[in-house]
């Protein structure tokens, strides 16, 4: 099956504790990006990538960090930095030269 | 940064109705989509439409540049439907999407 693939789908972090959320695609898009979602609000860019080895910062991207060491992966780490980090965390992928963005299923973080 | 309005806000229809969502942008865009997300998050693309107008089934888009607005219709709603409906716009250069904060619609059977 060709898509993007999100994990865990829950996920709970302590005060305190680095967490990291996996997204992995398998269409060879080259550009992937990371988008923060709270209730009742749209979707904030944190980070995006258009290709391997580099990234660029979001709107949003302050106590968070990524890489983009392989063409189908883009994780997100989310630090103890990040001071508001209960969200829903979508990524998405494109291919270069196309306006379309694939989603995948996200990742929902609470913090206990 | 650019800046994208949605209206209504929230819309409540029985099943069957036409519906018209509004997405306003701020300045010129070179790139225009309209998402939908089910209840359960997943986000689908509908339509790629910075501007002119384009049909699917029972779902069209249009987008009139020169007035930075664009419009998706929904025909004869089903529950399916139902969801947040977001417009995002893409600025020249930009490379990424400001996402409006979305149109929730329920369709009640």
């Known amino acids: 099956d060709g898509g993007i693939t999100q994990s865990p789908k829950y996920l709970f972090r302590k005060e305190g504790q680095n967490v990291t959320l996996s997204c992995e695609q398998n269409l060879n898009h080259d550009a992937m990006y990371w988008y923060r979602q709270d209730p009742g609000q749209g979707l904030r860019l944190i980070y995006y990538s258009q290709i391997v080895n580099d990234f660029q910062k979001g709107d949003i991207a302050e106590g968070y960090s990524v890489s983009r060491e392989k063409k189908e992966s883009f994780p997100l780490t989310v630090t103890s930095a990040q001071k508001n980090p209960t969200a829903f965390y979508l990524c998405?992928?494109?291919?270069?030269?196309?306006?379309?963005?694939?989603f995948g299923p996200g990742t929902r973080l609470l913090v206990l | 940064g650019i800046q994208v309005e949605q209206s209504p806000p929230d819309l409540i229809l029985q099943e069957g109705a036409n519906s018209t969502l509004r997405c306003n942008f701020s300045?010129?865009?070179?790139?225009l989509q309209w998402f939908h997300q089910n209840p359960w998050g997943q986000l689908i693309n509908l339509f790629y439409i910075p501007s002119g107008t384009k049909q699917n089934g029972r779902l069209s888009a249009t987008t009139v540049a020169t007035e930075r607005y664009s419009l998706l219709y929904i025909s004869s709603s089903q529950t399916t439907d139902s969801g947040v409906y977001f417009c995002a716009v893409d600025g020249f250069g930009n490379e990424k999407l400001t996402f409006g904060t979305g149109t929730r619609l329920t369709i009640i059977p």
């Open positions: 998405a992928s494109k291919l270069q030269g196309q306006e379309t963005q694939y």
């Open positions: 300045d010129s865009v070179n790139n």
